[in-house]
């Protein structure tokens, strides 16, 4: 059994800042990919961004240049340091894991971003 928990969401203005962990547990065998989606209410999830096993790194257009993913391989750990946060970027954050065969989601964080 593979459990996804993901922290650091919260309330925070608009143009500051929000780090969001995600942590995976459990048998966990052959990662491809770790990543983040938000669904923002009325609309589908969407991909935020993604990291692969080498590395490399995929984002979505409306958060490049604000948002960074990055992980720690050794602690099955992902990690989204969100930058310049706008309104638009409110929804549900929620970690995804890809493996070899199965794919894993977290129960989500809420991010809002407000003044």
């Known amino acids: 059994q593979v459990q996804l928990v993901e922290s650091g969401g919260g309330l925070v203005q608009p143009g500051g800042s929000l780090r969001l962990s995600c942590a995976a547990s459990?048998?966990?065998?052959?990662?491809?990919?770790m990543g983040w989606y938000r669904q923002a209410p009325g609309k589908q999830r969407e991909l935020v961004a993604l990291?692969?096993?080498?590395?490399?790194?995929n984002y979505a257009d409306s958060v490049k240049g604000r948002f960074t993913i990055s992980r720690d391989n050794a602690k099955n750990m992902v990690f989204l340091q969100m930058n310049s946060l706008k309104p638009e970027d409110t929804a549900v954050y929620y970690c995804?894991?890809?493996?070899?065969?199965?794919?894993?989601w977290g129960q989500g964080t809420q991010v809002t971003v407000s003044s």
């Open positions: 995804n894991l890809v493996t070899r065969g199965n794919v894993y």
């Open positions: 459990g048998s966990i065998f052959s990662i491809y990919a």
């Open positions: 990291i692969a096993s080498g590395g490399n790194t």
